[in-house]
């Protein structure tokens, strides 16, 4: 829109305030472009501050007087930096996920664009002569031999590339050069485009996999979901669409659900592609991060490959949306912005229109429910790729067995059988630390986190006590706090204590143990997975971050420790996330050409949930608890959000939700279509110091839903008496 004495822009600001703010544009900016385009970033007064903000809307109208409105500052911008599909998932996201817009759109990009930090320059530096070089003889620069040679170089050819002129030249040379009128830079596209997008040759798909290619469709918006096996070529799938893509000049956005499988992931995608990929994840630099967002802007990479907040990434040609391990919780940011990149990227591709897919051995009831509402295109993968089998599953009766630091007897010896036939063990126990709690013998006193309603997990390593849920730590008393005994023991099994007692027992083979103490070491992960790749025999123990997405050939024996642990949670999802674990971590065995086996070990080898998923699979698992959940409205079939209150008060949290739920029932009674349930404490109830507690609102309209929480919020805007938020779809409790 070009710009009047009456142009207005409606800025989003980094603000908790649920609203744009109108401001004026002036001719005394220093800058102003020629047309105004909503996605342009600006420097506007709010308060006492300067903050950059960005342009939602242009009008010339609002409800605010004119001598009230401030102006802009200045603009940071010529050109729009988000587009206005995405600007249109930003405000759908600020809606459903009851998060303020400024903070939505400032939570997602990178930090330097925040700080209004100007987009780098891609483009390649280029020198040529002037037209006053062009009319300038030799003979003028006799007097100074290496401008005359430099003026020589540029005579010759048009367009020379920087770098070029730099490996003969000083920049002083080319400086002087260009002072005198001679030379100027020009600045070319780097648009980078390669005879033959593929490195190699591709393996034929197998026939099942070619029927699930043959049914993608390409060209316009649709949701397919892969639903395979593990080890089934999923990933062959998702290449296979993008080279589709990449030929028709598109690009493709791939999420992952974990930063640890990006080195894999990124190797794999390099091995068959020849064209510019850029890796975003909050484990890169602030200016490699910028860098990566410019590239995709401007079109010049073709393949983006990130963590949850790559889905807000903007592309200049938009072609196609993978999202790899669908169902993992991961893709739900749990505090700030609550919002789901699943879903998001399911809105995105729709606002797009281009297709997306969704991939996983072990989908999501919510994306199961749906394809039965045939809103996605379910596509199956039965067989696993090339020669591999599916592993052979046996379970583990604990309470037969003898135990030796929470390993069965049968256990062990099937561990040592298999590293005797020179093949890798993969051991899965979800608790790191040395132990789970540190316990007097004389008196039951179990050391706690001052801070959390939670134990304390010991840690050999650097000896002390640490919480997982905080952080909090502490040294490990000498004597009971409680009775003075000296009694003190370490109880339970955590991956730090097995992988002492694994050493101990299998004292020849090497131990590679993997969660997140490990992983704090840089390049940890990727050392652990090039040792298991060179074939040795060798014990990978480790937590959830080994079950996800990784290609172990030389593994033919899966251990899960304990199979129980999710069996008695309150949590209403604790059943699928077993399923969905045991299942992952089950398929990283015997993808290689030996068989692969599973054990699994449980005192409760018997319980229905775990024999139909053993005996039957993840699908007729899942379609059981879909079943349940149908039966006592549960999610995917019926809609639920929390309104979340934490204070240092139990009483002041539960006082907030009280009102909230007054407030609520004002806007709407309960009633069965739309009912309030609580205030309750939160599964963990005090954490960080803080008393959690949350308000249930649940519907099965989903319309209903959001049209009570937005006038919910708005309500409770101004209430700061304690930190609250809305977690609409929640994972966690």
């Known amino acids: 829109m070009p710009v009047s004495p009456k142009t207005i822009v409606r800025v989003a600001v ?25 996605g342009m970033r600006v420097s506007v007064p709010f308060g006492r501050r300067q903050i950059i903000g960005i342009i939602i809307e242009i009008t010339n109208h609002s409800d605010i007087a004119p001598e009230k409105l401030k102006d802009v500052t200045d603009f940071v911008d010529d050109q729009p930096i988000l587009s206005g599909r995405l600007l249109k998932l930003f405000k759908w996201a600020s809606s459903y996920y009851q998060f303020p817009i400024g903070e939505t759109l400032f939570h997602s990009l990178p930090i330097l664009i925040r700080n209004g930090e100007p987009l780098p320059e891609l483009r390649e530096r280029y020198w040529t002569l002037s037209q006053k070089g062009i009319d300038a003889g030799e003979e003028l620069l006799v007097s100074t031999p290496r401008q005359c040679s430099l003026f020589k170089l540029l005579k010759s050819k ?43 040759n591709p393996r034929k798909p197998n026939q099942e996999q070619q029927i699930v290619l043959d049914a993608i469709t390409l060209n316009d918006f649709n949701c397919w979901l892969i639903d ?55 484990g890169i630099t602030k200016k490699q991060r910028l860098q990566g967002w410019a590239k995709s802007l401007s079109g010049e990479v073709k393949i983006i490959l990130g963590t949850r907040s790559a889905v807000f990434t903007p592309m200049k040609k938009p072609g196609l949306i993978v999202v790899d391990e669908e169902h993992d919780s991961s893709y739900k940011q749990q505090d700030g912005f609550r919002y789901s990149a699943r879903d998001l990227s399911v809105m995105r591709a729709q606002y797009e229109d281009i297709p997306i897919l969704l991939g996983s051995a072990t989908p999501s009831l919510e994306s199961l429910r749906n394809c039965d509402e045939q809103r996605y295109r379910h596509l199956m993968l039965t067989k696993r790729a090339g020669s591999a089998a599916v592993p052979k599953w046996q379970t583990i009766d604990m309470r037969q067995e003898k135990i030796e630091s929470g390993f069965a007897e049968t256990t062990l010896s099937s561990m040592a059988d298999t590293l005797d036939r020179s093949e890798q063990v993969l051991v899965f126990l979800n608790r790191r630390g040395f132990a789970p709690v540190m316990l007097c013998k004389q008196c039951g006193w179990a050391a706690e986190c001052k801070y959390c309603d939670s134990k304390m997990t010991l840690h050999r390593s650097c000896n002390q006590l640490i919480c997982h849920h905080c952080g909090a730590r502490s040294n490990p008393p000498i004597d009971c706090p409680a009775c003075g005994s000296g009694q003190l023991i370490a109880s339970g099994e955590g991956t730090e204590r097995s992988e002492l007692m694994l050493q101990d027992r299998f004292r020849k083979t090497q131990i590679l143990r993997v969660d997140r103490d490990t992983t704090k070491k840089r390049g940890h992960m990727l050392e652990v997975i090039q040792t298991a790749q060179k074939g040795d025999p060798c014990i990978l123990l480790g937590t959830q971050m080994l079950a996800k997405g990784h290609h172990f050939q030389h593994v033919t024996l899966v251990v899960i420790v304990d199979a129980d642990a999710s069996l008695l949670s309150p949590d209403f999802r604790s059943t699928e996330r077993m399923g969905q674990l045991l299942t992952q971590v089950a398929g990283r065995s015997g993808r290689g050409k030996l068989p692969g086996n599973v054990l699994v070990q449980s005192y409760q080898p018997h319980h229905p949930v775990l024999q139909i998923l053993l005996e039957k699979g993840y699908g ?60 309750l404490p939160a599964l963990l109830e005090r954490r960080s110091g803080r008393y959690r507690y949350i308000l249930r609102i649940e519907s099965k309209n989903r319309k209903l839903l959001n049209s009570v ?24 409790f």
Request: hydrophobic share 40%.
């Open 14 to 38: 980094p603000s908790p305030l649920r609203r744009l703010f109108d401001y004026k544009v002036k001719d005394s900016c220093a800058f102003v472009p020629n047309s105004l385009v909503a």
């Open 158 to 200: 048009i367009n020379i590339k920087e770098s070029f002129i730099l490996e003969q030249f000083s920049r002083s040379i080319l400086s002087k050069l260009e002072e005198r009128g001679y030379a100027q830079l020009q600045y070319i596209e780097n648009e980078r485009v390669a005879d033959d997008i593929l490195v190699g």
């Open 228 to 282: 395979g096996i593990t080890g089934s070529g999923k990933t062959e799938i998702y290449l296979k669409c993008i080279e589709k893509i990449l030929l028709l000049g598109k690009q493709a956005l791939v999420l992952i659900p974990e930063i640890n499988l990006t080195p894999q992931t990124e190797r794999r995608f390099n091995s068959r592609f020849n064209v510019p990929i850029v890796v975003l994840h909050s």
């Open 620 to 679: 007729p698992f899942a379609r059981q608890l879909l079943a349940h959940r149908r039966e006592v409205d549960l999610p995917p079939y019926q809609y639920l959000a929390l309104v979340r209150a934490e204070s240092k008060l139990a009483s002041r949290a539960e006082r907030f939700l009280l009102l909230a739920k007054a407030t609520a029932d004002s806007i709407r009674k309960s009633s069965r279509a739309l009912y309030y349930t609580g205030p």
């Open 709 to 732: 929480l937005d006038k919910l919020a708005r309500n409770l805007e101004s209430d700061h008496s304690v930190r609250w938020c809305i977690d609409v779809d929640p994972q966690e």
